[in-house]
């Protein structure tokens, strides 16, 4: 199959070139085809969610183990009520505070949404991003957009059009390429099926926004570092978002600290006869002269350092390093997500 890459501008939204290209898209959708297409967090590989086959097509397309249900896109609040009839009403409350954004809320399906797209659960994952060509595209689709993201199972999620074409080119109908995606981590999944709502994913949108609407919120215990049960999501007990080579979290008081642990690391490494990764900021970098050192972002703003990450891991692998080393940040924001999925880059492996 041959990959068509179309790009649309932000500016172009509405032009008729744009037009021709969603008009283009919705036929493959609803001929139960796939289109990969930007969101604020990472890109999407999407499929109509209420067609079982389409969805699929998504795992077949990923090599992704079919029990790990897909999320729903919709670009509408109201269509929420099409999929579920037991949305309650603490849904429409983070809604109003959260969508169009980088939020997933976890509902009971109805019998519309088929079993394929939510992994044989029945309960289904909705998010009404806020990426207005995203939001375009699932109106001109149908309405329902299954896409979970659009990276080969196991490797980091893509931030750019040219990751899901490394990925993914010849197994998918349409990229959409609308620039870098601006967070470059998956939404924050809520899970609100249950009496207490349950963080299973940590992401942009932080428990501590979280509790201001809903202050029960907890996080499941099932992500912390010393878990004794299995996350609840099932897509959170793979590791992926993982580089091929072996990653360990280096972690300490200070950044300095941290910074002279991972020079001996490297060192030791080296004369070990490995090529070794190191992940660095633009406050750290030139403190490395030994080892293969790529930038993720600026300590001063955590966001891009999130923004970094998967470019980061997909650098190394083109590169083939056979050991990356990475400080650990700090886990206000944005940072209690970043955290999580460097952790499960590095599987679970941290050092004082
Ligand atoms: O930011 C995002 O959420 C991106 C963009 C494309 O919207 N999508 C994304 O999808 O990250 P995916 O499939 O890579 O991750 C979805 C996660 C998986 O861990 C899956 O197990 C979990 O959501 N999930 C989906 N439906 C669920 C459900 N009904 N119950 C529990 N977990 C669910
Ligand atoms: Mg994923």
């Given amino acids: 199959m041959e990959t068509k890459i179309f790009c649309i501008e932000e500016a172009q ?24 297409f930007p969101t604020e967090t990472v890109y999407g590989l999407g499929g109509d969610a209420l067609n079982p086959d389409a969805s699929k097509a998504i795992y077949a397309a990923k090599g992704r183990p079919s029990d790990n249900p897909l999320i729903v896109h919709i670009a509408e609040f109201e269509k929420i009520y099409e999929i579920s009839d037991d949305v309650p009403e603490v849904a429409r409350l983070l809604a109003d505070r959260f969508w169009p954004g980088p939020l997933t809320m976890i509902v009971r399906k109805n019998e519309s949404v088929p079993f394929a797209t939510t992994g044989g659960l029945d309960t289904v994952a909705v998010r009404l991003p806020s990426d207005p060509i995203a939001r375009e595209f699932i109106k001109k689709s149908g309405g329902f957009i299954a896409a979970p993201s659009a990276n080969t199972s196991g490797r980091p999620s893509p931030t750019t059009a040219a990751h899901v074409a490394e990925d993914l080119s010849g197994r998918i109908d349409m990229i959409i390429d609308g620039g870098r995606a601006c967070i470059g981590l998956e939404s924050t999944i809520v899970d609100l099926s249950e009496e207490v709502p349950v963080i299973l994913r940590p992401g942009y949108v932080t428990i501590e926004m979280l509790r201001e609407i809903c202050p029960d919120v907890v996080m499941d215990k099932g992500l912390a570092l010393d878990a004794t049960q299995a996350p609840k999501a099932p897509g959170m007990k793979y590791r992926h978002y993982a580089p ?44 490395f002269d030994l080892g293969e050192v790529l ?25 083939d390093v056979d050991m990356i080393y990475a400080p650990c940040f700090s886990k206000s924001g944005i940072g209690e997500a970043l955290y999580n999925r460097m952790l499960k880059a590095a599987g679970r492996k941290v050092i004082e």
Avoid at 262 to 267: A, C, D, N, R, S
Avoid at 302 to 311: C, H, I, R, S, V
């Fill in 13 to 36: 939204l509405n032009s008729t070139q744009a037009d021709e290209i969603f008009t283009m898209a919705g036929q493959i959708i609803e001929n139960g085809g796939l289109v990969a």
């Fill in 295 to 319: 930038v993720m972002g600026t300590l001063g703003d955590e966001n891009t350092l999130a923004a970094g990450l998967y470019d980061v891991l997909r650098r190394f692998d083109d590169i």
């Fill in 244 to 287: 091929k080579a072996d990653m360990t979290l280096v972690r300490g008081e200070t950044m300095p600290e941290i910074t002279a642990k991972i020079k001996t690391l490297v060192e030791n490494g080296i004369s070990g006869g490995y090529r070794v990764g190191v992940i660095a900021t633009e406050e750290t970098a030139d403190k």
